[in-house]
Nanobody, 118 residues
Framework: VQLQAFGGGLVQAGGSLRLSCAAS????????VGWFRQAPGKEREFVGR????????YYVDSVKGRFTISRDNAKNTVYLQMNSLKPEDTAVYYC????????????WGQGTQVTVSS
């Protein structure tokens, strides 16, 4: 499967952005899609995930209530809606997919930069 992430940009604190992750090739076998981020000088951090079926989502505590993952079935695209952004959300965001649970994410999109100014 190929993933393409886009939608990043520069936004002021308190603002919103929506990232997109378009999937192609082998999408019928995807188990879930995860969103990750990596801030400068820090390790990559898991943000949340959504079952490809769309019935289950999970978020880390730091983004709960602010970030929402959704999916457009017709477009094979998963979205990360980010509201009430904070400067500490600044990072390169990645989407990733895997074909079953309890394994590492095998397929990664290119990152998209999100910068939140204070």
């Amino acid at each position: 499967v190929q993933l393409q992430a886009f939608g990043g940009g520069l936004v002021q604190a308190g603002g919103s952005l929506r990232l997109s992750c378009a999937a192609s090739g082998g999408t019928v076998s995807i188990y879930d899609v995860g969103w990750f981020r990596q801030a400068p000088g820090k390790e990559r951090e898991f943000v949340g995930r959504m079952r490809w079926s769309g019935d289950t989502t999970y978020y880390v505590d730091s983004v709960k209530g602010r970030f929402t993952i959704s999916r457009d079935n017709a477009k094979n695209t998963v979205y990360l809606q980010m509201n009430s952004l904070k400067p500490e959300d600044t990072a390169v965001y990645y989407c990733a997919a895997r074909y079953r649970d309890y394994v590492t994410y095998q397929y990664w999109g290119q990152g998209t930069q999100v910068t939140v100014s204070s």
